[in-house]
Structures are given as C-alpha cells and as structure tokens.
C-alpha cells in the first residue's frame, strides 16, 4: 500500500503527533492514505484511540528495529 501523503513527526511528544495528523489528514481527500512514523511510545495507542473517535480508519501500526513507531491511516 503506497501512502499518499507521509508525516514524519519524530521527537514530539503528546499531544503533538496527534495534532499534526489531524491537520494534515484535514486535508487530505476522503479515503486517502496517511503513514505517520513517530517516537512517543504512547504514538500507537492514541492514534487507536484517535481513529476509533474520528472515524478514520488505522490500516496498520508497527514498530521499527529503531524503535520507531509507523502507523498508517486511512482518511474517513
């Protein structure tokens, strides 16, 4: 899957990584693809909580060998 737009928010901490998907996926057409690499270790689980109250969809969630954090959305 080929992400349309990729947000790398690396070194933010909460609630930052959330609101810069937010924005960015505000522009995005519905059912575009957004792949969001973040280094908060709450990234996975408030991105699930984030789509699960916005209606966007969460496709997938990964861990890096870094220890990066790649998650990828799909604008509702």
Known sequence: MTPD????LSG???PLPILRAKK???GMASGA???VTATDPGAPGDFAAFCRQTGNGLLD???TAA??????????
């Open 5 to 8: 737009h990729d947000l790398d």
């Open 12 to 14: 933010l901490n909460c």
């Open 24 to 26: 960015t996926l505000a």
């Open 33 to 35: 693809i957004l792949r």
């Open 61 to 63: 969630s990964q861990t």
């Open 67 to 76: 220890g990066k954090f790649v998650l990828v959305l799909r604008r509702k």
